[in-house]
């Protein structure tokens, strides 16, 4: 685009990437735990293939005669500084450049951030620090997934700082939820006059029946009761992985699916950019609020009739706003016809429609009464909810009223507890025995999954004052994280759940902790951080990663695989070792032991092509091959005598001495020797 004096051009995303391993040498082709650790010196960086239309056009521009000067105008951020310079190093532009520094798209937040242009060179650390994750997740992803799955032989074993604590946490619900053990509980329960109320946990049976029976038809004395107001504050505006969260819980969308929703609503300018983790918006945008909200309102039918101020405050805030701004709806959806957009696209739309009204709106205000009353001796309890306003759970509910589907928060209701007095004596009590069970962990949904990688390494993050980011990855990451464990086989989806497969267990009992906590990445936090600040070298952060893998590839020098849901990947076991006892699976051009690739190999191999079988016109089968692990002979009729040209039959004695190749030997019968 063009005007003025300016050249407009996008990234468009990432142009630029760092090249594969075997750019740097054709053997890196292969997978060969020799070649580990791979370092590459220098980095090489490639631009991608399907980008490769826009690399030219800014190549060109950045050489045109009539630029003088640059502007990088990319996210305000380590990724956003990150694409930039990697394309401007690419295109070996020398040309001057300035930052535009800004969070808001506001015509004023624009032109505020033109009249404040910075030199580039201050923004030196930041792209160090971007380049730095980069580099580092580049080695931990070829090295580890090299690594295990030359240990293992078997389908490739994908590994990540973000995707393996992902994983692991997957693993320890598995491992939590098999090792539970349930244990049955019992409570008594009171019916008087329009009152429920409970008794404490009994473990056991009988002595809960004898306070029924002591109970039943009996009074029951008020001994206390308190009443207390209570204000629930107007929830936050959405980033991205709390509008998964949400969209997972009331539609059953995956996380990427509600990302590519989002995506095509922001392509369409009907909401803002999608890859956020803010939940405030610029004060530049406070003044705009109330007509934003107002034509939001318009376009949700369920919202007529309701109050629905705008106080533009709670949801104002500079200082938590990172890269991008929360996530809302943009004034353009006045213009559209949104009864055609697809239906995933108007739920999502539905979805930051109703977060702005609500998080503008007023508290709900409510008073909660406890009462604890006296019957046979046991104290017993209840609590009701009375709502003294509103507030923004009206927004809500009229919104929740809509769908075909409850949700937990329609579900959960507390009935309001009648006038009652201390010391009142409330007559003929029905008494009931109500047994229940402790119940165990519930399997992670993409919700609850999304919740734990934004809080897996809180505590690791607790001890490091420097550091704000409380998660696994970036909220625009976390979707493809969690499908690409599901397509590599290491989970899977049954229904709402996210399960680990007999795979994935198994790759995380095999992964050090140093790659499957979460503490890694707050570490790395931390280092990025000081080489942000300019207190760490960019050469000191790699210097680190680099002695970490070298140290991790040592480790496994000598290690013989146990694991055989890693190492077998789907092939057939046909039978046991001679030589180590280990597993023998067939593969497309042998029988081998699971072994035969560790250091030192076993070796113990049965060719589909031996000489032996192809000379007598047979094929060495499952079947033969099974035979022959299992009882050391297998008999064969009509096999081709080369010599003679005629048929015998013979039997095929394994006589293997653990040289490189396996031998056989024939056995005749007294009757039919050939």
């Not at 930052?99 to 015509?107: A, F, G, P, Q, V």
């Not at 049955?184 to 029976?213: I, M």
């Not at 267990?505 to 600040?533: F, Q």
Request: aromatic share 8%.
């Amino acid at each position: 685009m063009e005007g003025g004096d300016w050249l407009v051009s996008w990234c468009v995303g990432h142009l630029v990437e760092l090249a594969p391993a075997d750019a740097y040498d054709p053997r890196y082709s292969k997978w060969k735990y020799e070649d580990l650790p791979i370092l590459p010196e220098p980095w090489q960086f490639q631009v991608l293939p399907d980008t490769k239309k826009q690399f030219a056009v800014l190549d060109a521009l950045m050489k045109d005669d009539r630029v003088d000067s640059l502007v990088c105008a990319t996210d305000a951020g380590r990724e956003g500084e990150l694409i930039f310079r990697l394309t401007y190093n690419l295109c070996g532009c020398k040309k001057p450049v300035k930052r535009l520094w800004i969070s808001s798209m506001e015509e004023a937040a624009i032109r505020k951030g033109f009249e404040q242009l910075l030199d580039s060179q201050n923004y030196d650390n930041l792209y160090q620090a971007a380049l730095c994750r980069a580099k580092a997740d580049w080695l931990i992803g070829i090295n580890g997934t090299r690594l295990f799955t030359t240990l293992y032989r078997g389908k490739t074993l994908n590994v990540g700082r973000v995707q393996t604590p992902t994983l692991a946490l997957l693993v320890e619900r598995e491992t939590a939820i098999a090792n539970f053990k349930k244990k049955k509980f019992y409570t008594v329960e009171l019916e008087l006059q329009g009152l429920h109320a409970a008794s404490e946990k009994f473990t056991s049976k009988t002595d809960a029946e004898k306070l029924r029976q002591a109970c039943l038809g009996k009074s029951a004395v008020v001994q206390s009761i308190s009443r207390k107001e209570k204000i629930e504050c107007p929830p936050k505006l959405y980033d991205l992985t709390t509008l998964q969260r949400e969209a997972n819980r009331l539609f059953d969308f995956t996380a990427q699916q509600t990302l590519d929703y989002l995506q095509a609503l922001y392509e369409k300018r009907l909401a803002t950019y999608p890859r956020t983790d803010s939940r405030y918006l610029t004060e530049d945008m406070a003044a705009g609020l109330l007509a934003l909200c107002e034509t939001v309102a318009l376009t949700l039918p369920f919202a007529e009739g309701l109050q629905l101020p705008v106080n533009a405050a709670q949801v104002v805030d500079n200082g938590k706003v990172s890269d991008h701004h929360a996530i809302i709806p943009t004034v353009e959806i006045a213009a559209a016809d949104l009864t055609a957009l697809p239906t995933g696209e108007r739920n999502v739309l539905n979805l930051i429609s109703i977060r702005l009204l609500c998080a503008v709106a007023e508290f709900y205000i409510y008073a909660e009464t406890a009462v604890t009353l006296d019957c046979g001796g046991v104290p017993f309890t209840t609590k009701g909810r009375t709502e003294i306003s509103a507030g923004w759970k009206a927004t809500e509910q009229a919104f929740l009223a809509t769908l075909k589907k409850k949700s937990k928060q329609q579900e959960e209701t507390v009935s309001p507890i009648p006038e009652l007095s201390d010391g009142q004596r409330l007559t003929d009590a029905d008494a009931r025995l109500k047994e229940g069970t402790t119940s165990p962990p519930q399997h992670f949904s993409e919700d609850t999954l999304l919740s734990a990688m934004e809080h897996a390494s809180a505590e690791d993050f607790a001890a490091l004052e420097s550091v704000e980011r409380k998660e696994l990855g970036t909220p625009a990451t976390l979707a493809g994280v969690i499908e690409k464990l599901v397509r590599s086989g290491f989970v899977e989806r049954k229904k709402k759940q996210l399960l680990p497969t007999e795979k994935g267990l198994a790759l995380v009992g095999v992964m050090p902790d140093s790659l499957k906590s979460a503490r890694l990445t707050a570490e790395w936090e931390e280092r990025l951080g000081a080489v942000e600040r300019g207190e760490m070298t960019p050469e000191a952060f790699m210097d680190g990663i680099e002695k970490m893998l070298s140290e991790l590839v040592k480790t496994y020098e000598n290690v013989q695989p146990a694991s055989a849901a890693l190492s077998q990947s789907g092939r057939a076991v046909i039978g046991v070792c001679p030589r180590c006892g280990k597993n023998v699976v067939e593969g497309k051009k042998s029988f081998f032991c699971e072994s035969y690739y560790s250091k030192p190999s076993c070796g113990f191999t049965l060719w589909k092509n031996d000489r032996l079988f192809t000379a007598k016109r047979k094929e060495l089968t499952r079947k033969t091959a099974v035979a022959l692990l299992k009882t050391g002979r297998v008999h064969l009729t009509n096999l081709f005598s080369e010599k003679k040209g005629v048929m015998y039959d013979a039997t095929v004695v394994l006589d293997d001495d653990g040289d490189k190749y396996v031998r056989y030997k024939l056995e005749f019968d007294s009757k039919k020797k050939g």
